[in-house]
């Protein structure tokens, strides 16, 4: 497979972004609370292989990136266990890996789950659009930051996309990565109903009740303690930070640069058959462009496959990383 640079890579991800910094309000970063966020204080908590949903929140900790904010994320597994890295969906957090995170814990494995940008207790600037690849280079200076040279990575959703651009544009620090419920990174697939969603919001307003159990309807039954939490963090994301989350994604487009994937990086999509975002026709057109990608597809499961079946969606991803057969 043919390579570029990855100093090209970046210009030509950047390339591919229209207007990436298009102004979305106002120029200040801040918490949900207005005020300055700081790195947390203290040891850090001991790792758990397993956290309640009551008490996630104890166990955020928070660290500052060169990409000029600060990130919350948690901690789990085994301390010298190998790295795993995990990328939630759009409006989502950390939390939303607490379901499937004991299975990898179980397996030996030191897992962190992060907030990206504009999401749970991360930085929300809202002078400019989310790109993609701005989500990659979040994720890239968290790993440099905790010293972490090399993970396997899972992505889900949004999340996905990220880890698409991230192996595009961070090859040395992939070891397998798995793309979960995802899609071309195109305007096509992406939208920009989500973005106009946003404006129709107002800048401080925030989705009503009805369009949250619509956003977080799922086909199969979930945990309903974990879905009231997920739901009522995400339902305080305002309108300004949808317009950069939906706006950075609907001007992303990756369907030049899939020819450069480096194809000797394990990957993996994994799909569900009724997923309510990104149909058949997205997997088909994404397998073209990265034919050496496995496939596995879920019958009857819809959109997220980490809170409605995270035993069986655990159990594939670990064999994936220990390199046994799977998918197609």
Same mark, same amino acid.
């Given at each position: 497979m043919?390579?570029l640079? $990855?100093?090209?890579l970046?210009v030509?991800?950047?390339?591919s972004l229209?207007?990436?910094f298009a102004?979305?309000g106002? $120029?200040?970063?801040?918490?949900d609370?207005?005020s300055? !966020?700081? %790195?947390?204080?203290?040891?850090?908590p001991?790792l758990? +292989?397993?956290? %309640?949903?009551? !008490?996630?929140?104890?166990?955020?900790?928070?660290?500052e990136l060169?990409?000029?904010?600060?990130?919350?994320?948690v901690?789990m597994? #085994?301390?010298?266990?190998?790295?795993l890295?995990l990328i939630?969906?759009?409006? !989502?957090?950390?939390?939303?890996?607490?379901?499937?995170?004991?299975?990898?814990?179980?397996?030996?494995?030191?897992?962190? +789950? *992060?907030?990206?940008?504009g999401h749970?207790?991360?930085?929300?600037?809202?002078?400019t659009?989310?790109?993609?690849?701005?989500?990659?280079? !979040? &994720?890239?200076?968290?790993?440099?930051?905790?010293? *972490?040279?090399?993970?396997?990575?899972i992505?889900h959703s949004?999340?996905?996309?990220t880890?698409? %651009?991230?192996?595009?544009l961070?090859?040395?620090k992939c070891?397998?990565v798995?793309? /979960?419920? #995802?899609a071309? &990174?195109t305007? #096509?697939?992406?939208?920009?109903?989500?973005?106009?969603?946003?404006?129709?919001l107002?800048? =401080?307003?925030?989705?009503?009740d009805?369009?949250m159990a619509?956003?977080?309807?799922?086909?199969?039954?979930?945990?309903?303690?974990?879905?009231?939490?997920?739901?009522?963090?995400?339902?305080?994301?305002? @309108? =300004?930070?949808w /317009?950069? *989350?939906? @706006? @950075?994604?609907a +001007?992303?487009n990756? &369907?030049?640069l899939?020819p450069?994937?480096?194809?000797?990086?394990? #990957?993996?999509i994994?799909?569900?058959?009724?997923? @309510?975002?990104?149909?058949e026709?997205?997997?088909?057109?994404l397998?073209?462009?990265?034919?050496f990608?496995k496939?596995?597809?879920?019958?009857?499961?819809g959109?997220?496959?980490q809170w409605?079946i995270?035993e069986?969606? %655990?159990?594939d991803?670990i064999?994936?990383?220990?390199? /046994?057969?799977?998918g197609?």
């Open positions: 043919k390579k640079s $990855q100093s090209l970046v030509l991800l950047a390339l229209v207007f990436a102004a979305c106002s $120029q200040e970063a801040a918490t609370d207005g300055a !966020d700081t %790195a947390a204080e203290g040891e850090a001991e758990q +292989m397993e956290i %309640a949903q009551a !008490d996630w929140d104890s166990y955020r900790q928070k660290i060169p990409t000029g904010i600060t990130m919350a994320y901690e597994g #085994t301390e010298d266990g190998d790295p890295v939630h969906g759009m409006t !989502d957090n950390s939390r939303a890996w607490s379901l499937i995170a004991p299975y990898f814990t179980e397996a030996g494995y030191h897992v962190y +789950m *992060i907030d990206l940008r749970g207790e991360t930085d929300k600037p809202v002078d659009f989310y790109t993609i690849d701005d989500f990659a280079e !979040d &994720v890239a200076a968290f790993m440099d930051a905790k010293g *972490i040279e090399k993970a396997d990575i992505g949004l999340g996905s996309m880890a698409q %651009a991230f192996e595009l961070y090859p040395e070891d397998h798995i793309w /979960e419920s #995802t071309p &990174v305007v #096509t697939s992406l939208g920009t109903d989500f973005y106009e969603y946003g404006i129709s107002g800048a =401080d307003g925030t989705p009503d009805e369009f619509g956003w977080y309807e799922n086909p199969n039954p979930v945990d309903e303690e974990f879905l009231k939490y997920e739901m009522e963090e995400s339902q305080v994301l305002t @309108g =300004d930070v /317009e950069c *989350i939906a @706006g @950075g994604e +001007m992303s990756m &369907v030049p899939y450069y994937l480096d194809d000797s990086i394990p #990957t993996l994994l799909w569900g058959s009724v997923d @309510g975002f990104f149909n026709d997205f997997q088909n057109e397998k073209g462009y990265v034919p990608a496939f596995i597809a879920y019958e009857g499961n959109h997220n496959l409605e995270p069986q969606m %655990a159990k991803c064999a994936f990383f220990n390199d /046994e057969e799977v197609e």
